[in-house]
């Protein structure tokens, strides 16, 4: 019954590879989100969707890439992988906001990928 | 620069002993959030408080925001071992959509 489940957990590649994270929910949130958290422990966001819409896209590489197939999944993938995207990745999820009225997100576990 | 810093950047503490933390932000906020984040974790939420609001309780946690001087404490009352973590605020700008920015976190150790 895991809420937001995130696939894989870790991922250790080569610099030059292309990666894919796999992101679910099981909540009917119709909002997702992309963060990445460096070494440091700062929690950037990158994408979020709505509803399979792109509303947020943080000054991120055209290497990565959020596909949102449906409003449960959320998958992010990275072409030609560099150093420094070694990180964690989070997926997140929650209601859509209503006016001022933002909801808490739920996390996934996280993917630890580190390129070598 | 970050929207959410957080004061201090680490604290230690004995169980039994409350624990303060701080976040202080830069522009005007609609809410303000407050997560734990376990070691090898994702982030879990503890508490919103909303900008017209000025206190909020949840169990052992009190949180406070001081709009005035853009700055918001949470506050772990009688501590345990499974209170360590870090932990981060939150914020959503006025005027902003959907768009949360994670302050830089404090990292809380509870020695038992």
């Known amino acids: 019954d895991t809420a937001v489940s995130q696939t894989p957990k870790y991922l250790v590649t080569q610099m030059g590879n292309d990666k894919s994270i796999k992101c679910e929910q099981n909540?009917?949130?119709?909002?997702m989100y992309w963060y990445k958290q460096d070494s440091k422990k700062f929690l950037k966001i990158m994408f979020s969707?709505?509803?399979?819409?792109?509303?947020i896209n943080e000054t991120v590489p055209n290497r990565f890439s959020p596909k949102s197939p449906d409003k449960a999944h959320l998958n992010l993938h990275i072409n030609s992988l560099e150093l420094g995207d070694s990180a964690v990745y989070f997926c997140?999820?929650?209601?859509?906001?209503?006016?001022?009225?933002?909801?808490?997100?739920?996390f996934g576990p996280g993917t630890r990928l580190t390129v070598t | 620069s970050q929207q959410g810093e957080e004061d201090p950047q680490a604290l230690s503490i004995q169980e039994g002993e409350n624990a303060t933390m701080n976040c202080s932000y830069k522009?005007?906020?609609?809410?303000l959030q407050w997560y734990r984040q376990n070691s090898g974790r994702g982030l879990v939420h503890l508490i919103l408080?909303?900008?017209?609001?000025r206190e909020k309780h949840s169990g052992r946690l009190r949180v406070t925001l001081d709009t005035s001087k853009k700055s918001s404490s949470l506050l772990i009352t009688a501590s345990r071992a499974a209170d360590t973590a870090s932990y981060f605020c939150?914020?959503?700008?006025?005027?902003?959509?959907?768009?949360?920015?994670f302050g830089t976190g404090t990292k809380l150790q509870v020695i038992p």
């Open positions: 997140a999820s929650s209601q859509q906001q209503r006016g001022t009225r933002v909801y808490e997100q739920y």
């Open positions: 909540l009917g949130h119709d909002t």
């Open positions: 969707y709505n509803n399979k819409e792109l509303i």
């Open positions: 522009t005007s906020i609609n809410n």
């Open positions: 408080i909303r900008s017209n609001e």
């Open positions: 939150a914020t959503d700008l006025s005027g902003g959509y959907q768009k949360v920015t």
